[in-house]
């Protein structure tokens, strides 16, 4: 690489680089959903067994039971957006790679799904947070 290649930013292999960088940021994103899929269930399991006993005996109840609501939307948006991934894949390999106005829906479709996950995994960890803080003594 010469010295004018390297201060311009600009790389030998570029398609090679930018692809690899798409495989990365997919990566990415995988690893990403397969996080809140996982901490989503857990904390789920978790806080469901520790609620089993009466409801009456918990402090605001209803900020756990929308933290329940928020894990499982969290888990039904990955869900949903690996099925929407495979269907982009699909149509992508279908039509040799060239984008399209359905693949470009499809991965708009797929962004709005990433993003809800990660809001709604945020918002079930804020309730939660909000149930223990009322419910754990000695926290506060």
């Known amino acids: 690489m010469s010295d004018s290649d390297a201060n311009s930013g600009k790389f030998i292999d570029e398609p090679h680089y930018i692809a690899q960088l798409r495989s990365e940021l997919e990566n990415s994103y995988r690893e990403f959903d397969k996080l809140i899929l996982t901490v989503s269930s857990g904390i789920l399991a978790l806080s469901v067994s520790f609620f089993s006993g009466s409801a009456a005996e918990h402090h605001l109840a209803v900020l756990l039971m929308a933290s329940w609501v928020f894990f499982l939307l969290a888990i039904v948006s990955v869900a949903v957006s690996f099925l929407a991934e495979q269907k982009h894949k699909r149509h992508l390999l279908s039509k040799n790679g060239e984008s399209d106005d359905v693949e470009k829906k499809l991965g ?33």
């Open 108 to 140: 708009k479709r797929i962004k709005v799904l990433n993003l809800s996950s990660g809001g709604a995994f945020l918002l079930g960890i804020v309730f939660l947070f909000l149930y223990l803080m009322f419910n754990v003594k000695g926290v506060w």
